[in-house]
């Protein structure tokens, strides 16, 4: 049984301000049955997931907000699932993994991570907190504290093999101050709490994000007030 938040309500960035709710900065895996076959599948999943590198590399996209890395394109992502929405190309050639998510309740996305040598992600926090973000790690270079995530005031170092379940709404930060790079599985799922609003949380989050890359593409419509912003953000959700 999870028993892991007492919020009343959504929060989202859309919004504005900063998440302060209740949930922990980091969760404990042993409330969540699905990660009891991480040992006897990593290997499978690590194996895909450096083939799916080394063979389709440029699949690899810098995360669309580069301002948050110290380096740009040093950040670099490839979705399984976003928000609900399968990516055919990467899932069909990770069958292993994409058999895995499957059996994930609640599951929203999941995506590669890729970050660069001597590479730092500034604080920043996620469009929701209506999931648990869930990291495997796949490649670590090192341990804190030359390698490591921090979430609120907590600090946690990534372990191959292992996950670190955090709450993505509170402002956290990474970096791999190594020589090396560090890789690992983003699983994003669903809250019990949030279940039977699943359906608009997707098409928040959705729109939220079609809004960002629009800003991206024309960076005048980030100068517009926020009620029109809205707006748009609002007209992007009905599509």
Wanted: charged share 20%.
């Amino acid at each position: 049984m999870i028993s892991i938040t007492n919020d009343s309500g959504i929060w989202y960035s859309y919004k504005g301000g900063s998440y302060a709710g209740s949930q922990p900065a980091f969760f404990d895996p042993i409330n969540f049955t699905w990660l009891d076959q991480t040992a006897a599948k990593f290997p499978f999943w690590k194996a895909e997931i450096e083939s799916y590198i080394q063979h389709h590399e440029e699949n690899l996209q810098q995360y669309f907000n580069n301002e948050l890395s110290s380096k740009k394109s040093a950040w670099k992502v490839e979705p399984f699932y976003s928000w609900g929405i399968r990516n055919d190309i990467s899932c069909n050639k990770c069958p292993n993994l994409d058999a895995f998510f499957k059996t994930i309740p609640g599951l929203t996305s999941a995506a590669i991570s890729w970050l660069d040598a001597g590479t730092e992600i500034y604080p920043h926090h996620g469009d929701t907190n209506a999931i648990i973000r869930a990291h495997l790690g796949i490649f670590i270079p090192a341990q804190i504290p030359d390698c490591g995530i921090q979430v609120k005031d907590e600090t946690r170092s990534w372990q191959e093999g292992q996950w670190l379940l955090f709450c993505d709404a509170h402002k956290h930060r990474a970096w791999n101050n190594t020589t090396l790079p560090r890789c690992v599985l983003i699983v994003d799922i669903l809250l019990p709490t949030f279940k039977n609003k699943q359906a608009e949380i997707f098409k928040n989050v959705r729109s939220l994000h079609a809004l960002q890359q629009l800003e991206k593409r024309h960076p005048v419509i980030k100068k517009l007030p926020s009620k029109i912003r809205g707006i748009i953000r609002h007209l992007l959700k009905s599509k």
